[in-house]
């Protein structure tokens, strides 16, 4: 195998922040290589700088035989490196064929002038979707389609124009367990052509399925260089968090069954996609939502806070009957939604961490969405500061701009956000999403604390481990109904899966 691409000894610095720190590394023709590191560590930020995105600040880039100080993002393109990136790129009002050609538009000349070649653009379009098994009509708009739609979109535009490099920041964070074995498939055949792939992601099991090598990254350090097949996970875990990690199950032992939290009674929403959902939550108790991805999960959620009208049903919370219109309702009367897609509902893009931290106690004590006069810079400040600390957020200060934090550290300031809220009821959908494993077991102790306390907790999840380590009891959901509660002590991924596909 070949070297195809490399870095060697970069640094980056933002500011007086070093972020990454003496980096090589070096990709491979026909390999896999597998990027890990704690949320913050600098895995974006270095393929970002392959990308020609950023610039570093010391160190060079080997593209084939040529060696440079830094690369432009053509430069980049035209050697064959494609990026895809952590959060969702594609443009929702753009059809999915325009967006594969998003800076790439084959052209003609017809007498002289240069022309969009259609036709040509229609054969690639077709080839790239079908090599990720996409079968949608190219012309309708991706605002259409779901999140894992769109990541298939994004991974067909990066196969248009024969690529060398593909790198691929945690592809699977939407996928289903179908789209994930699809999506190996593809990348097998990638590999098989020749093509080096990067591949981030924080679900560890996949990484000897999928990977050769594997690199682990620390503070921006490069810890090391291991055999992906043969490494134990336990190891490479260990050199990515520096400790051992412990798995407990919970037991449920604080779950109050004479006290109820909240209660669901007959919920139907307008458009039928929660189709009569009833269910009770109790004292210090987590109820986990397992279902197929378009179960309909998401939409109850939504429903329950005000963000999808609904046609009937009753919710109570604390012996208080609600009366829900729209997520403000929903707030005030104590409810909080994590959503699933933090870069379209999860923060205020234009807000630092601080800002966007203690919002809601305002929205929630202002009679109007948010007067100046209630605005406290300091109070904002410190809660910024003690969330900042207790969910071991990476910024350079709370008044670092969100945007610019790691794809896991915005994830951890939305579940801050929503804790300072301070609610009575905490819905989260897919909360550790792009999450590493280390802050996972942080986040899953917060919600037992809160259960704790008696604050009603729901997740919704993909991942079966995650809903068996935190939740007393899962609810199964199918065709937007719960078909059947399972107890934590009988739940097994297998009976949970035969009860979400039959
Ligand atoms: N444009 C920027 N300005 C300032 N700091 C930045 C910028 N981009 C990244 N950083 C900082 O660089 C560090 C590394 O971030 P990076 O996104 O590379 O992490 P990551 O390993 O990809 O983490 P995750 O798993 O959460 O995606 C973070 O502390 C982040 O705040
Ligand atoms: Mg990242």
Same mark, same amino acid.
């Given at each position: 195998m070949s070297q195809l691409v490399a870095v060697k000894n970069i640094t980056k610095k933002f500011g007086a922040i070093t972020v990454l720190n003496n980096i090589t590394f070096e990709i491979l023709s026909g390999e896999v290589h597998v990027l890990l590191g704690e949320n913050g560590a600098g895995k974006s930020t270095l393929m970002k700088i392959l990308s020609g995105i950023y610039k570093p600040t010391g160190g060079e880039i080997q593209l084939g035989k040529n060696t440079f100080k830094e690369v432009t993002t053509n430069q980049s393109r035209d050697f064959g490196i494609r990026l895809i990136y952590q959060e969702l790129s594609v443009i929702n009002n753009l059809s999915i064929e325009e967006n594969l050609f998003i800076g790439s538009i084959p052209t003609k000349k017809i007498m002289g002038v240069s022309v969009v070649d259609r036709k040509k653009m229609a054969i690639k379009a077709k080839h790239a979707l079908s090599c990720v098994g996409f079968k949608k009509n190219p012309k309708i708009l991706v605002h259409e389609l779901s999140i894992s739609e769109k990541q298939q979109v994004e991974i067909a535009k990066a196969l248009i124009d024969e690529p060398k490099v593909i790198i691929m920041d945690e592809p699977t964070s939407s996928l289903n367990d179908d789209e994930v074995l699809n999506l190996f498939n593809i990348i097998n055949s990638l590999r098989s052509a020749g093509l080096g792939v990067v591949y981030i992601s924080h679900k560890l099991k996949e990484i000897p399925i999928i990977g050769d090598r594997v690199s682990v990254l620390k503070d921006g350090h490069h810890v090391g260089t291991w055999d992906a097949k043969t490494t134990p996970v336990e190891f490479l875990v260990n050199k990515m968090v520096g400790r051992e990690l412990t798995h407990s199950r919970p037991i449920g032992d604080k779950v109050d069954r004479s006290s109820i939290i909240f209660e669901v009674d007959s919920l139907i929403s307008k458009d039928k996609f929660v189709n009569d959902v009833s269910f009770k939550l109790y004292k210090g108790e987590i109820l986990g939502f397992a279902g197929l991805v378009g179960a309909g999960r998401s939409e109850l959620v939504e429903?329950?806070?005000?963000?999808?009208?609904?046609?009937?049903?009753?919710?109570?919370?604390?012996?208080?009957?609600?009366? +829900?219109?729209?997520?403000?309702?929903?707030?005030?009367? !104590? *409810?909080?939604? $994590?959503?699933?897609?933090?870069? =379209?509902?999860?923060?205020?893009?234009?807000?630092?961490?601080?800002?966007?931290?203690?919002?809601?106690?305002?929205?929630?004590?202002?009679?109007?969405?948010?007067?100046?006069?209630?605005?406290?810079?300091?109070?904002?400040?410190?809660?910024?500061?003690?969330?900042?600390?207790?969910?071991?957020?990476?910024?350079?200060?709370?008044?670092?701009?969100?945007?610019?934090?790691?794809?896991?550290?915005?994830?951890?300031?939305?579940?801050?956000?929503?804790?300072?809220?301070?609610?009575?009821?905490?819905?989260?959908?897919?909360?550790?999403?792009?999450?590493?494993?280390?802050?996972?077991?942080?986040?899953?102790? +917060?919600?037992?604390?809160?259960?704790?306390?008696?604050? !009603? *907790?729901?997740? $919704?999840?993909?991942?079966?481990? =995650?809903?068996?380590?935190?939740?007393?009891?899962?609810?199964?959901?199918?065709?937007?109904?719960?078909?059947?509660?399972?107890?934590?002590?009988?739940?097994?991924?297998?009976?949970?899966?035969?009860?979400?596909?039959?």
């Open positions: 429903t329950i806070f005000g963000a999808r009208p609904k046609s009937q049903g009753n919710l109570t919370l604390s012996n208080k009957k609600l009366d +829900i219109n729209n997520p403000t309702d929903a707030i005030r009367a !104590g *409810i909080a939604l $994590v959503t699933e897609d933090r870069r =379209e509902t999860g923060f205020f893009h234009n807000f630092n961490v601080a800002q966007n931290i203690s919002i809601l106690p305002f929205i929630k004590s202002s009679k109007y969405a948010l007067s100046l006069e209630s605005l406290d810079f300091k109070a904002e400040n410190k809660m910024g500061e003690e969330y900042k600390n207790s969910l071991n957020i990476r910024c350079s200060s709370v008044k670092q701009n969100i945007v610019h934090l790691s794809g896991g550290n915005q994830q951890k300031v939305i579940i801050a956000k929503w804790l300072a809220a301070d609610s009575d009821l905490f819905m989260f959908d897919e909360p550790t999403r792009g999450i590493d494993v280390g802050a996972k077991s942080e986040i899953y102790q +917060i919600l037992r604390e809160q259960a704790d306390k008696g604050r !009603g *907790i729901i997740v $919704v999840s993909s991942e079966l481990p =995650e809903l068996l380590s935190v939740c007393d009891r899962i609810a199964v959901y199918r065709g937007g109904h719960i078909v059947e509660f399972i107890e934590n002590k009988d739940a097994t991924e297998e009976n949970i899966l035969k009860s979400a596909t039959i």
